[in-house]
T-cell receptor, first 115, second 117 residues
Framework: ETGVTQTPRHLVMGMTNKKSLKCEQHLGHNAMYWYKQSAKKPLELMFVYNFKEQTENNSVPSRFSPECPNSSHLFLHLHTLQPEDSALYLC??????????????FGQGTRLTVV | AQKVTQAQTEISVVEKEDVTLDCVYETRDTTYYLFWYKQPPSGELVFLIRRNSFDEQNEISGRYSWNFQKSTSSFNFTITASQVVDSAVYFCALRVYSGGGADGLTFGKGTHLIIQP
């Protein structure tokens, strides 16, 4: 496998459910990100991990809980979500923040619907 | 704070026409990076180009070209002889250099480009 892989591609969950989104990158990158893409809104940065350490939490509600066990894997744990949390959740990775290789590579996203 | 504005919400052209997507950015940082991404219906954002703030040289890659002008804080994207496969949502994004540690991208709202056969 190459690039950034996200599973599942689609997820429907009730407001009382607990689920997790998974992201795996095969690019040898050091940084990983979660973004949220809602209809009619710009992509919003949620979390940033650099060398497994969380470096940014962009005022995300606690019902979203990230986990980065190693530089290749990133999870987003979901608990008691609201219907307005329905969106496309995109994972990305990048080599490093400093220097030339700053572009992020994205997975195909998980389309989440909260009912 | 950073901001990226893509004023064109949707553009529709006929195949083989040239089309330019506009991007205007705001930042107080002197070192930053600008990007264009393509999002086809499948959802994945595809990286197209990165430009560093200290490099204003324009770039051409096949039918794609980019015009970076710091004086107007713009980073416009032109597709020459458009094709139906170019239909997608295109995002302009900005990243500032913080001197270490990973930083996220600030995205514009995107421009939905429709190429009609």
């Amino acid at each position: 496998e190459t690039g950034v892989t996200q599973t599942p591609r689609h997820l429907v969950m009730g407001m009382t459910n607990k689920k997790s989104l998974k992201c795996e990158q095969h690019l040898g990158h050091n940084a990983m990100y979660w973004y949220k893409q809602s209809a009619k809104k710009p992509l919003e940065l949620m979390f940033v991990y650099n060398f497994k350490e969380q470096t940014e939490n962009n005022s995300v509600p606690s019902r979203f809980s990230p986990e980065c066990p190693n530089s290749s894997h990133l999870f987003l744990h979901l608990h008691t979500l609201q219907p307005e949390d329905s969106a496309l959740y995109l994972c990305a990775s990048s080599q490093d923040s400093a220097g030339e290789n700053t572009e992020a590579f994205f997975g195909q996203g998980t389309r989440l619907t909260v009912v | 704070a950073q901001k990226v504005t893509q004023a064109q919400t949707e553009i529709s052209v006929v195949e083989k026409e040239d089309v330019t997507l506009d991007c205007v950015y705001e930042t107080r940082d002197t070192t930053y990076y600008l990007f264009w991404y393509k999002q086809p219906p499948s959802g994945e954002l595809v990286f197209l180009i990165r430009r560093n703030s200290f490099d204003e040289q324009n770039e051409i890659s096949g039918r794609y070209s980019w015009n970076f002008q710091k004086s107007t804080s713009s980073f416009n994207f032109t597709i020459t002889a458009s094709q139906v496969v170019d239909s997608a949502v295109y995002f302009c994004a900005l990243r500032v250099y913080s001197g270490g540690g990973a930083d996220g991208l600030t995205f514009g709202k995107g421009t939905h480009l429709i190429i009609q056969p």
